[in-house]
C-alpha cells in the first residue's frame, strides 16, 4: 500500500493536492488531482439583490477579481436592460486587459518562471520569485514593474487594484480624468518596452523542455471577434480535439453545449461538452481559436509561437508561451484604448431601474478561459438561480489526466522526488488553476499530490 | 527576521495585497526573509521558529482550523490580515445554508449539473459554521480590509518588522469621504443600483444604503469617492466593535432615523436582503454574531430552515 501526497501544490492559486495510487509493481495505477475546499457562491447568492452581485463575486478570486466583477456587470446589465455606451464599454474593455496584464505577469513570472530560470529541480526554498529577485533582479524588477501597471489601470478604472467596484449596471461609476488617463498612459507605454524586451526570454523559456510533459488531447473553447483575438463582446467557439469547428454561443445558448459532473475524490466541479467530449480554455484554447492577434508585437509572436508548435496546439506546457502572447497583446490594447480620445468621455453609465428581463449572462474571457456569469431573479431583481462556469473547472479533466500522464513517467520505483513532484507540479502550473474560482471555494489548501496504492482503491 | 503568510479560507487577494507593495516588497525582503508563502513559494509546512506570520482568510473546515492552531504555535507573532481573517469575510455568507444544502445544490442543483450527480465525499468536511481567525485563536494585531490598502501597508509593515506600533486612523469611511451632508428631503430609500447618484452630497442622503457610518476607515473611502455606496469591506467601525449595544444594522438604521426624521420602524419597512447590503462581510464573525442586537442569528435561522 503506497500512498504519495504533494500537498498542497504550490505557486498556484488556491488550495489542491495530486493523489498518485501505485500498484504491486510499484507502478503509477492512476492520479489525480483533488480539490479540497467548497465555498459555495452558486448557492449563497440566491436571495441576493442582484445588483450586489458585482461587488460580491469579485471576493471568488483575489487574482481575477475584476472578470468576475466585469462578467458579473455585463449579467446584470441584461437584467436591468441597460447597456453602457461607448467610454463605458471602453473603460470596461481596458480593465479586462488590465486584469490580463497583472495576472498573466504574475503567473509567467511570479510562480511559472522559476521552474525555468532558477530550476525545476533548484531548491525549494530558492525556486520561487524571492530566488528571482537574488538570481535575476533585473527580471524580477521588470515583473513588478509592469504588473503595477495592471493594478493602476485597475485602481484608476476600476476603484481598488484588487476587488474594484466601479462596473455598475449600465456602464461604469465614473469616468476617467485626463490627468489619470496622462499618468496611465506614459506607465502603459514604459510596460509595453518591458513587455517587448521580455519576449527575448520568454521565447526561449521553454527550449530546454520535454514538451510531452502532461501531454493529453481535447477540444477547445474561447472567444473570437470577427475571427481575431478578443476578451469581451465576441462569439465563444468550439472546436474538436482534430480542430473542427463544434459550434459557438454568445448567450443563455451556453447550456446546450455544456454539461458539468463531479467525482468524489474532488470539490472541483468538471465541465465536459454535451457530447461527452472534454476541452480546454486559456491563453492556449484563445490561440487555437483566433486568427490573430490584431496588434503587431503580439501578431509577431503568435507567428514565432505557431511556428515552432503549429497552428493547433495540443501541449499542455506550451500555455507558458501562449500567456506570454497574451501579455504583449493586452499591453499593445492598453495603449491603443488609453489613446482613444473616447476613453475619457464623461458619459459612462446608463441609467437604471426596474427589472427588465429575468435572466442575464455575462460571458468574457478571464485570464484563465471563458467566464460565464448566469442569473435568474424575480421580478423585483433578487437572485433565484445563480450559475457559474469558470475556466478551471472546464480545465479541470485535462489537468488532473496530464498530472496521471506526468506522474507516470516520474514515479521510479514507487518513489516521487522531491524535483520529480515539481515537474508534475510545473504541468499544473502551465493551467495557471486557479483554484479559489474553481470551487468558488473557501480558502486556499485544496491542490495536493497524493500517491496512493492501486491495491487500497 | 522570519516572516510566514498562511492562507485559509479565502481568494488569495491578501496575498496579492502584499505583492502590491510592487517595488517596496523589495526593501522587506532585504530586511526580512519569507520562509512560508504557499501561493510563491514550495516550502509545504510553516517551520519552527517565525518571527511574524500573517493569516489570511477565515475558518470553514477542518483543514482550515488546524492550518490556523499550527501557525499560532509556531509563530511569536500572529497577525490576522485581512477582513476574511479578522470577521469571516465573504466565505461567511455560507451560513446562510446548512453545509448539506449548500453542498446538494452546488453538485446537482444549477443548470448545467445533473440532478443524480456524484456528492464529493472523500475531501475535507465542513465545520458547523464560518470563524473568523479571533473567534478560535489569540491574535497580536488585527488587519482589517478586502484587501487592506498598499498606502497603508506601506506604513504598517515595516513598523511590525521593527517592531514599533504606530499611530494610524482608527476613524469610520465617513471621516475618509469628501462628500458633503447637505440638506436630507424627501428621502426614500433608493436600491443600490438605481439612478446615477450626484458627486457632490452624501450617499445615505440620497436615499442609498452606503455603509460608510459603521465601517472602519483606511480605504480612503474609495468606493464614495468612485460614486459607489460602502459595502463595508473593511468590517465594522470602532464604536460597533467596543460597544455592545451597537451593530451595523441598528446603528445604520438609527443614523438614517437621524439624518431622515422617519422613525426606526419606518426605515426598516425599507431595508431589502439584510444579509447581503449589511452583513456581506461580518456574517461569519463570532464576536458580531454574538451581539443581543444583531441581526445574524435570525438570518442564519431564517436562511436555513
Not at chain 1, 374 to 388: A, P, Q, S
Not at chain 2, 148 to 165: F, N, Q, T, W
Amino acid at each position: 500500500m503506497t500512498e504519495i501526497t504533494i500537498s498542497p501544490v504550490t505557486r498556484i492559486e488556491g488550495h489542491a493536492r495530486v493523489r498518485v495510487w501505485l500498484n504491486d509493481e510499484k507502478q503509477v495505477e492512476r492520479a489525480h488531482f483533488s480539490v479540497v475546499e467548497l465555498r459555495g457562491f452558486e448557492k449563497f447568492l440566491i436571495g441576493a439583490a442582484v445588483e450586489e452581485a458585482p461587488r460580491i463575486t469579485p471576493r471568488i478570486c483575489g487574482i481575477c477579481p475584476t472578470s468576475h466583477h466585469l462578467a458579473s456587470a455585463m449579467a446584470v446589465d441584461q437584467i436591468y436592460g441597460v447597456t453602457p455606451p461607448e467610454t463605458g464599454r471602453k473603460l470596461r474593455e481596458l480593465l479586462a486587459h488590465a486584469q490580463c496584464i497583472h495576472s498573466h505577469a504574475i503567473h509567467f513570472f511570479m510562480l511559472a518562471a522559476p521552474d525555468f530560470l532558477i530550476g525545476h529541480d533548484a531548491p525549494a526554498l530558492s525556486r520561487n520569485v524571492l530566488g528571482m529577485v537574488k538570481q535575476a533582479p533585473a527580471i524580477a524588477r521588470n515583473a513588478i514593474e509592469v504588473r503595477k501597471l495592471g493594478q493602476r489601470i485597475t485602481e484608476a478604472v476600476g476603484g481598488k487594484p484588487i476587488h474594484p467596484s466601479n462596473a455598475v449596471p449600465g456602464g461604469m461609476s465614473r469616468p476617467l480624468e485626463e490627468a489619470q488617463r496622462t499618468a496611465l498612459l506614459a506607465m502603459a507605454k514604459q510596460g509595453l518596452a518591458i513587455a517587448g524586451e521580455g519576449w527575448a526570454l520568454a521565447r526561449t523559456l521553454l527550449d530546454a523542455t520535454d514538451m510531452n510533459l502532461g501531454a493529453v488531447e481535447t477540444g477547445f473553447m474561447g472567444m473570437v471577434r470577427d475571427g481575431g483575438y478578443t476578451l469581451s463582446d465576441g462569439t465563444v467557439q468550439i472546436t474538436g480535439k482534430d480542430g473542427k469547428p463544434l459550434g459557438s454561443f454568445t448567450g443563455a445558448d451556453y447550456v446546450q453545449h455544456i454539461r458539468e459532473y463531479s467525482e468524489p475524490w474532488s470539490y472541483l466541479k468538471f465541465v465536459k461538452l454535451s457530447s461527452g467530449e472534454h476541452y480546454r480554455v486559456g491563453p492556449q484554447a484563445r490561440l487555437n481559436l483566433c486568427r490573430g492577434m490584431g496588434t503587431p508585437l503580439a501578431d509577431a509572436a503568435l507567428k514565432e509561437y505557431r511556428a515552432r508548435f503549429g497552428a493547433f496546439v495540443q501541449a499542455p506546457l506550451a500555455a507558458n508561451l501562449a500567456r506570454y502572447v497574451e501579455f504583449l497583446a493586452s499591453c499593445e490594447r492598453t495603449v491603443q484604448l488609453l489613446e482613444d480620445p473616447a476613453i475619457t468621455g464623461t458619459k459612462v453609465r446608463e441609467p437604471a431601474g426596474k427589472v427588465v428581463n429575468t435572466r442575464g449572462v455575462g460571458i468574457l474571457e478571464a485570464p484563465r478561459g471563458t467566464l460565464i456569469h448566469d442569473y435568474t431573479v424575480d421580478e423585483r431583481g433578487f437572485i433565484r438561480e445563480c450559475n457559474l462556469i469558470v475556466a478551471t473547472c472546464q480545465n479541470s479533466w485535462a489537468i488532473d489526466r496530464s498530472v496521471e500522464q506526468a506522474a507516470r513517467g516520474l514515479v521510479t520505483d514507487g518513489v516521487l522526488t522531491e524535483a520529480a513532484g515539481n515537474r508534475i507540479e510545473m504541468v499544473i502550473r502551465s493551467y495557471d488553476p486557479c483554484i479559489s474560482c474553481a470551487t468558488h471555494a473557501i480558502g486556499k489548501r485544496a491542490v495536493a499530490i497524493e500517491v496512493l496504492d492501486a491495491i487500497n482503491i | 527576521m522570519k516572516i510566514a503568510i498562511e492562507e485559509l479560507a479565502g481568494c488569495s487577494g491578501c496575498t496579492i495585497a502584499v505583492l502590491d507593495l510592487h517595488e517596496a516588497l523589495l526593501e522587506i525582503v532585504e530586511k526580512a526573509e519569507i520562509v512560508y508563502a504557499p501561493v510563491i513559494m514550495d516550502v509545504k509546512e510553516p517551520p519552527e521558529g517565525i518571527d511574524i506570520a500573517f493569516v489570511t482568510g477565515a475558518v470553514r473546515n477542518r483543514e482550515n482550523e488546524e492550518r490556523l492552531k499550527l501557525i499560532r504555535k509556531r509563530a511569536k507573532t500572529l497577525v490576522a490580515f485581512g477582513t476574511c481573517a479578522c470577521y469571516g469575510g465573504i466565505s461567511g455568507l455560507s451560513m446562510l445554508d446548512s453545509p448539506e444544502h449548500l453542498i446538494q445544490h452546488v453538485f446537482r442543483g444549477v443548470t448545467t449539473t445533473e440532478a443524480d450527480a456524484v456528492i464529493p465525499s472523500d475531501v475535507p468536511p465542513f465545520l458547523y459554521r464560518a470563524f473568523a481567525v479571533g473567534d478560535l485563536a489569540r491574535m497580536d494585531y488585527y488587519i482589517t480590509g478586502c484587501p487592506p490598502k498598499e498606502m497603508y501597508l506601506k506604513k504598517i509593515l515595516p513598523a511590525l518588522l521593527a517592531g514599533e506600533v504606530l499611530a494610524l486612523s482608527k476613524k469610520s469611511v465617513c471621516s475618509e469621504c469628501d462628500r458633503i451632508m447637505g440638506s436630507v428631503e424627501g428621502w426614500k430609500m433608493k436600491r443600490r443600483h438605481e439612478g446615477v447618484p450626484d458627486r457632490e452630497h452624501c450617499l445615505l442622503g440620497q436615499g442609498y444604503l452606503c455603509l460608510g457610518a459603521v465601517t472602519f476607515g483606511r480605504c480612503g473611502a474609495s468606493c464614495p469617492h468612485s460614486n459607489v455606496p460602502c459595502h463595508g469591506c473593511n468590517g465594522p467601525s470602532l464604536d460597533i466593535l467596543r460597544e455592545p449595544c451597537r451593530d451595523i444594522y441598528n446603528m445604520m438604521i438609527r443614523r438614517i432615523a437621524d439624518l431622515t426624521g422617519h422613525t426606526e420602524a419606518e426605515i426598516e419597512k425599507e431595508m431589502y436582503d439584510v444579509a447581503h447590503t449589511f452583513y456581506p462581510f461580518t456574517i461569519g464573525s463570532l464576536i458580531m454574531e454574538d451581539k443581543g442586537i444583531s441581526k445574524i442569528r435570525d438570518l442564519v435561522r431564517e436562511r436555513s430552515r
